[in-house]
């Protein structure tokens, strides 16, 4: 019997042997794993999410991509049993918070086979992506302006624009349609334009970089046979500039008459005078005093004088304190009222919201050191107006709020122990006015931190945001 017992197992033993053997024996294969494409070149930030990208194969079977990059701690394998002829490679990993912004980064893909055999590839890294969009500046004509139609090149457009690389330039409209393609970090868009009819024209630029970041701008030009306007502002600049380094409220808007026949011609606008003398003009367009300006005759009291920049002389305000202003396009006329205001101020007004900081505190820091955004409870006080009581004022920088994603934005308010009474804004991008208990929230980015000086007035519902 033992010798039986020996002669079965002596024939297994062997064939477990070979079978062992071969199983350890890679197995023979004529292929190698071939990239059939693959994204050999990103560009990305530190923080970012990347993606990468390859279609291997091999007839065989591919076993195993590996993915290795010690610096960023990047070692992913990825097996397949199933062992696939073709393999499409999309790994999402995020850049290291702390690599060096400019920096290059190269990264092997090792692709095996089921036969041991590996192809490797590499994907080059920079950390230099382009994340901006162009910026475009609209010299002419400017938003909202109004042309009196004439005998032809009623608009004059003058546009610039600049990016690292710009690629295409495109405005569109009713009467005007055109697509420009661009190189280079710097170009322009001079053209004259004839106008047959009148209407407001709205005209939509883009401007596209060769990453394919979009600038957009709109702009509406008024074209008109009479001196007529939607809109009317009023402000005491002179240099052109400061109505546009603001953040919002310069210059002052008028408000348009309802009445039927005075429709476009005849605004008003109440205005506090911060000194004797203030001299002030109206201009239908917010951002320049071209194409039309609207002084005082100095020949005749009362009498409106025209002009294309702040050269024409001036609507005098004698005394500080407020007035309401008012002119009239059919006969060319102005009257100036100075009056005193009857409603009854506050005691105290403050700032409410996320990345407003004042001194050494922000919004969002409570009298007890704790944090607390977008509350009454962490409200900052403004500053009294010596000579009024209904203006405020704060110095004051806008920035990204530390440690916080919450939208960055503000409101006003007069109650450091509840909500009411508020004030919003009537537009919470671009305010022209304070709307008391309603409105929108006023919310900022990155383009607009730096540091202001606001002026509220509680009585005539305006705040300035002038850059200091």
Same mark, same amino acid.
């Given at each position: 019997?033992?010798?039986?017992?020996?002669?079965?197992?002596?024939?297994?033993?062997?064939?477990?042997?070979? *079978?062992?053997?071969?199983?350890?024996?890679?197995?023979?294969?004529?292929?190698?794993?071939?990239?059939?494409?693959?994204? %050999?070149? +990103?560009?990305?930030?530190?923080?970012?999410?990347?993606?990468?990208?390859?279609?291997?194969?091999?007839?065989?079977?591919?076993?195993?991509?590996?993915?290795?990059?010690?610096?960023?701690?990047?070692?992913?394998?990825?097996?397949?049993?199933?062992? /696939?002829?073709?393999?499409? #490679?999309?790994?999402?990993?995020?850049?290291?918070?702390?690599?060096?912004?400019?920096?290059?980064?190269?990264? /092997?893909?090792?692709?095996?086979?089921?036969?041991?055999?590996?192809?490797?590839?590499?994907?080059?890294?920079?950390?230099?992506?382009?994340?901006?969009?162009?910026?475009?500046?609209?010299?002419?004509?400017?938003?909202?302006?109004?042309?009196?139609?004439?005998?032809?090149?009623?608009?004059?457009?003058? +546009?610039?624009? %600049?990016?690292?690389?710009?690629?295409?330039?495109?405005?569109?409209?009713?009467?005007?349609?055109?697509?420009?393609?661009?190189?280079?970090?710097?170009?322009?868009?001079?053209?004259?334009?004839?106008? %047959?009819?009148?209407?407001?024209?709205?005209?939509?630029?883009?401007?596209?970089?060769?990453?394919?970041? *979009?600038?957009?701008? =709109?702009?509406?030009?008024?074209? @008109?046979?009479?001196?007529?306007?939607?809109?009317?502002?009023?402000?005491?600049?002179?240099?052109?500039?400061?109505?546009?380094?603001? #953040?919002?409220?310069? !210059?002052?808007?008028?408000?348009?008459?309802?009445?039927?026949?005075?429709?476009?011609?005849?605004?008003?606008?109440?205005?506090?005078?911060?000194?004797?003398?203030?001299?002030?003009?109206?201009?239908?367009?917010?951002?320049?005093?071209? /194409?039309?300006?609207?002084?005082?005759?100095?020949?005749?009291?009362?009498?409106?004088? +025209?002009?294309?920049?702040?050269?024409?002389?001036?609507?005098?305000?004698?005394?500080?304190?407020?007035?309401?202003?008012?002119?009239?396009?059919?006969?060319?006329?102005?009257?100036?009222?100075?009056?005193?205001?009857?409603?009854?101020?506050?005691?105290?007004?403050?700032? +409410?919201?996320?990345?407003?900081?004042?001194?050494?505190?922000?919004?969002?820091?409570? /009298?007890?050191?704790?944090? @607390?955004?977008?509350?009454?409870?962490?409200?900052?006080?403004?500053?009294?107006?010596?000579?009024?009581?209904?203006?405020?004022?704060?110095?004051?920088?806008?920035?990204?709020?530390?440690?916080?994603?919450?939208?960055?934005?503000?409101?006003?308010?007069?109650?450091?122990?509840?909500? =009411? !009474?508020?004030?919003?804004?009537?537009?919470?991008?671009?305010?022209?006015?304070?709307?008391?208990?309603?409105?929108?929230?006023?919310?900022?980015?990155?383009?607009?931190?730096?540091?202001?000086?606001?002026?509220?007035?509680?009585?005539?519902?305006?705040?300035?945001?002038?850059?200091?």
């Amino acid at each position: 019997m033992k010798h039986s017992l020996h002669y079965l197992i002596i024939p297994l033993i062997i064939f477990l042997t070979i *079978v062992s053997c071969q199983e350890d024996d890679p197995i023979e294969v004529d292929s190698i794993p071939e990239f059939s494409s693959i994204n %050999e070149g +990103i560009a990305s930030l530190p923080g970012l999410n990347i993606t990468l990208e390859a279609v291997v194969t091999d007839p065989a079977g591919i076993q195993s991509v590996n993915l290795k990059y010690d610096p960023w701690f990047l070692d992913k394998t990825i097996v397949k049993d199933s062992l /696939p002829t073709s393999y499409t #490679l999309k790994y999402n990993f995020k850049v290291p918070e702390d690599a060096e912004e400019g920096s290059s980064h190269t990264i /092997p893909i090792t692709v095996t086979n089921i036969g041991g055999k590996s192809t490797i590839n590499e994907v080059v890294i920079t950390l230099d992506k382009d994340v901006f969009a162009p910026e475009v500046n609209v010299i002419s004509p400017v938003d909202g302006t109004t042309v009196l139609i004439g005998d032809g090149d009623e608009l004059q457009f003058n +546009i610039t624009f %600049e990016d690292e690389e710009l690629s295409r330039f495109e405005i569109a409209s009713s009467i005007l349609n055109e697509v420009v393609d661009l190189s280079g970090t710097s170009s322009s868009y001079i053209k004259s334009l004839n106008v %047959e009819e009148t209407g407001a024209y709205v005209f939509v630029i883009s401007v596209t970089d060769a990453t394919g970041n *979009v600038a957009t701008q =709109s702009l509406t030009v008024n074209v @008109l046979d009479q001196l007529a306007f939607n809109q009317m502002y009023i402000t005491n600049e002179t240099d052109a500039a400061n109505l546009i380094s603001d #953040l919002f409220g310069v !210059p002052q808007r008028a408000e348009a008459s309802a009445v039927a026949e005075e429709e476009g011609f005849v605004f008003t606008v109440n205005y506090y005078a911060e000194e004797p003398m203030t001299e002030v003009r109206f201009i239908p367009q917010d951002e320049s005093f071209a /194409p039309y300006t609207f002084g005082s005759n100095p020949d005749i009291p009362g009498q409106l004088a +025209i002009g294309a920049d702040s050269d024409i002389s001036a609507i005098l305000l004698e005394q500080s304190g407020y007035y309401e202003v008012s002119m009239d396009l059919r006969d060319f006329t102005y009257t100036v009222t100075p009056y005193t205001p009857s409603d009854t101020p506050f005691d105290q007004v403050y700032i +409410i919201g996320r990345g407003v900081t004042i001194g050494n505190t922000t919004t969002c820091t409570a /009298p007890n050191g704790s944090t @607390l955004c977008w509350n009454f409870g962490s409200a900052k006080p403004f500053v009294a107006h010596p000579d009024s009581p209904y203006r405020w004022t704060l110095e004051l920088t806008l920035e990204d709020q530390p440690n916080d994603e919450g939208e960055n934005g503000f409101i006003l308010n007069a109650n450091p122990a509840g909500w =009411s !009474p508020f004030w919003r804004f009537d537009n919470g991008v671009s305010p022209e006015a304070t709307v008391p208990n309603g409105g929108d929230n006023f919310t900022f980015d990155a383009a607009q931190f730096g540091d202001y000086k606001f002026t509220f007035d509680t009585h005539l519902n305006t705040i300035s945001a002038t850059r200091l």
